[in-house]
């Protein structure tokens, strides 16, 4: 099978490609440095030449700060879509998260912009499945919630459900062959944010303190990052991916 991997350079990209390498498939990196942008669209036809099923695992960054996200994120996944109806691709796995729809982050741009990507593709009608998680262990240093500085580390306080990438690595790999509507994926355990930043570090023999400040939303701090009904847990646990962070 020849795999199209979006956003092929960033964290669940990155152990796709691998992933998908190990198991065999040829495997298109989807980036910007690989001359591909979703954003314009610009090599993306040419790069979905004889691909089957296309991974799109990207984070979109605007060059223009300006630009409309929401509008940005939805125009990218509508451009992916033409692009692959066009080469004859035949399945859209789509890397989501799990609580973009909670009421909580209605006026949370981020989230407002993968709830439209996940729109577009519902509205186009193409074959597709949307794999859905929470927070992953890597979170643990995510400059979304987490200041390095050079004397201590600062960490917002939120809740979260934290899933290992490389699980969910497997997963989108295997949403490649199964072609499932839907999955929802979060870890097996509960834990702050400060908590964990602060085991990964020990792991890796940081001995920076690790300072807690209030979390931006207080919805981030009561658990709205948690795994929704019917999500499926999937390790390792904390203990067990940390083991595997230790230098």
Not at 32 to 50: H, K, M, P, Q, Y
Not at 149 to 171: C, K, M
């Amino acid at each position: 099978m020849q795999i199209a991997v979006a956003g092929a350079t960033g964290t669940a990209g990155a152990s796709t490609v691998a992933l998908a390498r190990e198991r065999g498939h040829h495997v298109v990196e989807i980036s910007r440095s690989a001359g591909v942008d979703l954003l314009t669209g610009e090599g993306l036809t040419a790069a979905l030449a004889g691909v089957d099923v296309v991974i799109d695992a990207s984070n979109l960054s605007l060059q223009d700060t300006e630009e409309d996200l929401v509008e940005a994120y939805a125009q990218a996944t509508t451009r992916l879509i033409a692009a692959c109806r066009s080469a004859g691709v035949e399945h859209l796995v789509y890397l989501s998260i799990s609580t973009i729809h909670d009421p909580a982050f209605d006026e949370f741009p981020y989230y407002l912009a993968k709830r439209a990507q996940e729109q577009v593709i519902h509205d186009s009608g193409f074959p597709a499945t949307i794999i859905a998680t929470t927070q992953w262990h890597e979170f643990a240093v995510d400059p979304a919630a987490v200041t390095i500085g050079d004397y201590e580390v600062t960490v917002q306080d939120w809740l979260i459900q934290p899933v290992a990438v490389a699980a969910v690595a497997e997963v989108l790999h295997d949403a490649a062959h199964s072609r499932l509507p839907r999955r929802s994926l979060a870890g097996p355990e509960t834990l702050r944010l400060p908590e964990l930043t602060e085991r990964y570090l020990a792991a890796r023999g940081d001995e920076r303190p690790v300072r807690t400040v209030e979390a931006v939303m207080p919805a981030l701090a009561e658990g709205a990052l948690l795994a929704p009904e019917g999500a499926e847990l999937i390790g390792p646990s904390v203990k067990e991916w940390l083991a595997g962070q230790a230098q």
